[in-house]
């Protein structure tokens, strides 16, 4: 789980020990969906932080240990996804929107 | 200030794209998204380059506002509607800002970026040009702008409204999880403040609550809307949504912009400061 994942976002430059990453994709029908909105909710559900998917699809938070969930906004659909964090370790998320 | 008069929906925006008393202007942190599209006849304000002062810390003088909106052929008789990315929250700081300026005519889009987006209403990538004007700004309102004397002040007796994710208010994160973690400030919240998150003040589309759900949010966090208020969060971009939020939504008085926020909070010597999950005692400490 160290480091880059295949297909994952590079994370060169960034010292991965120090940072608990969440990352990943989002695809609809296996294409990358770039400017969908991954929003990042906490233990409770409360909102934490939101970002737009690249023109790849991808996307990244720097987070705390713990679960959370990813929820995923683009035209016509919502999509929520469960992660763990782990300081030190890049968590890789793979979300496929509904088509 | 009500709804009606602070905020437009993207139906409004439609509407009025070939309005020439219409302004739109997109801010941002980072205008990439605007160089990709955006809503047609839209400029872009950058928040660093365009909208804070190039050499102290601070918001722009009152004559490099006039210039910046005359260079960019705004004149007092226009309209200005500000969207942008980020749930509007650079958008909000640049309401803030005009506001700040005097500047009567400002108006946000309900939803920013995201809603339009959401909608999958036109987008394009023509960049209108606009010829220069005059524009004449007021002295700065200093009613909604919070210093750090102003904070320290407020502790124990105003209202202190800490707008971070839970994580950055407890101490746990020190900026929002889309951003490296590397600071310099010490982690916390000032002391006797509430937190309640910008985030519970719109919806997922990035839309604002309604009046009646946004009253209900603040108070029963147990914020005395007849008391004075401060709102601050990390660089004063999410509080300026709650900022606008509370005066200019609800029409609640004396609420001011803490634009110095965490950054600049959380490197002071001799503050208080307090750790956890509860608002504290003015003296602070470790929950």
Request: aromatic share 8%; glycine share 10%.
């Amino acid at each position: 789980m160290c480091g880059a994942v295949a297909g994952g976002l590079s994370t060169e430059g960034i010292d991965v020990s120090k940072e608990t990453i969440i990352q990943g994709s989002v695809t609809q029908g296996g294409q990358p969906v770039g400017g969908a909105y991954v929003r990042l909710l906490d233990g409770s559900g409360e909102f934490t932080a939101e970002v737009p998917t690249s023109a790849t699809g991808q996307f990244r938070f720097f987070a705390a240990p713990g679960s959370w969930t990813l929820r995923t906004l683009a035209p016509g659909a919502t999509l929520d996804r469960p992660v763990v964090a782990t300081q030190g370790q890049v968590a890789e998320v793979a979300v496929e929107l509904p088509a | 200030m009500s709804r009606e008069s602070a905020l437009v929906t993207a139906d409004w925006v439609e509407e009025n794209l070939d309005n020439d008393n219409v302004v739109l202007i997109e801010v941002d942190e980072d205008t990439t998204a605007y160089d990709k599209n955006h809503i047609r006849n839209a400029i872009k304000f950058n928040w660093h380059t365009d909208l804070t002062e190039p050499v102290r810390h601070d918001v722009l003088t009152k004559d490099q506002f006039e210039a910046l909106l005359s260079a960019n052929g705004i004149s007092n008789d226009d309209t200005v509607v500000l969207y942008g990315g980020n749930n509007n929250w650079f958008a909000a700081y640049a309401y803030w800002e005009f506001k700040l300026y005097g500047v009567e005519n400002v108006k946000l889009l309900d939803g920013g970026r995201k809603k339009w987006e959401l909608d999958s209403r036109e987008l394009v990538t023509d960049v209108p040009t606009r010829q220069p004007a005059t524009f004449v700004a007021s002295e700065q309102d200093k009613s909604i702008h919070a210093l750090r004397d102003d904070v320290l002040a407020a502790i124990g007796s105003h209202n202190l409204v800490d707008v971070r994710s839970p994580d950055e208010y407890s101490g746990k994160l020190l900026a929002p999880a889309h951003l490296p973690q590397e600071q310099s400030q010490t982690a916390g919240h000032i002391p006797t403040a509430a937190n309640i998150p910008w985030s519970k003040a719109a919806n997922d589309d990035g839309t604002f609550r309604s009046d009646a759900e946004l009253k209900e949010l603040y108070e029963a966090e147990g914020v005395d809307l007849g008391k004075d208020t401060i709102a601050y969060c990390r660089i004063g971009e999410r509080s300026s949504h709650t900022w606008f939020v509370l005066q200019e939504i609800l029409g609640v008085e004396n609420v001011k912009n803490y634009d110095g926020s965490w950054t600049e909070y959380g490197s002071l010597i001799g503050v208080p400061v307090q750790l956890g999950a509860v608002a504290g005692s003015p003296a602070g400490g470790q929950a």
